[in-house]
Antibody, heavy 120, light 106 residues
Framework: QVQLQESGPGLVKPSETLSLTCTVSGDSMHGYYWSWIRQPPGKGLEWVGYIFYNGRTNYNPSLKSRATITLDTSKNQFSLRLSSVSAADTAVYFC??????????????WGPGTLVSVSS | DIQMTQSPSSLSASVGDRVTIACRASQTINNYLNWYQQKPGKAPNLVIYAASSLQTGVPSRFSGSGSGTDFTLTISSLQPEDFATYYCQQSFSTPYSFGQGTKLEI
């Protein structure tokens, strides 16, 4: 059974870069899309972007090119870097596997999430 | 970008009630619509995918319907563990987007 776990600093200063890693256990990363999704405290969910196992990426334009997702299949990990952060980037960040079949595209499973606060 | 709108934003109900949550997409998304349940402090959990397919392990009291732009999630007989926030999500095109959530309360 595949499991995901986010890790990284819980506090980042404004204008600096947020860096998170998601470690995948219980299955290979081959053939799947791997996404980051965030949720500001008390608010809804926002898709950040994904990376395919071959390295192809796709990001939410709302992040204005600040996001970069990379993959390390040798470690079964993928990572998110978000540059020039502000208080608006304070959120719980989730990693998730995207199941992508003909007519069926959904996020399952998810990691438990990690809270990142942006503050000086 | 596709906007997803859920109604209602919150819903008060009792154990045993039948409840329906609606989700509307700003343009047609065929059946690329998923529903997630989220409890406080936890990650969302997939309930329904492809508009009407029940995720493995989810009780059969949950059902989904719809196609095109209008979708519904129905819980036939509420149980105490069903009180949570529910989100719809379109996977028709990127950027993927979620509804604002429906908080189901006692």
């Amino acid at each position: 059974q595949v499991q995901l776990q986010e890790s990284g600093p819980g506090l980042v200063k404004p204008s600096e870069t947020l860096s998170l890693t998601c470690t995948v256990s219980g299955d290979s990363m081959h053939g799947y899309y791997w996404s980051w999704i965030r949720q500001p405290p008390g608010k809804g969910l926002e898709w950040v972007g994904y990376i395919f196992y071959n390295g192809r990426t796709n990001y939410n334009p709302s992040l204005k090119s600040r996001a970069t997702i990379t993959l390390d299949t040798s470690k079964n990990q993928f990572s998110l870097r978000l540059s020039s952060v502000s208080a608006a980037d304070t959120a719980v960040y989730f990693c998730a596997r995207e199941e992508n079949l003909i007519s069926e595209v959904y996020f399952d499973p998810w990691g438990p999430g990690t809270l990142v606060s942006v503050s000086s | 970008d596709i906007q997803m709108t859920q109604s209602p934003s919150s819903l008060s109900a009792s154990v045993g009630d039948r409840v329906t949550i609606a989700c509307r997409a700003s343009q047609t998304i065929n059946n690329y619509l998923n529903w997630y349940q989220q409890k406080p402090g936890k990650a969302p959990n997939l309930v329904i995918y492809a508009a009407s397919s029940l995720q493995t392990g989810v009780p059969s009291r949950f059902s989904g319907s719809g196609s095109g732009t209008d979708f519904t999630l129905t819980i036939s007989s509420l149980q105490p563990e069903d009180f949570a926030t529910y989100y719809c999500q379109q996977s028709f095109s990127t950027p993927y987007s979620f509804g604002q959530g429906t908080k189901l309360e006692i």
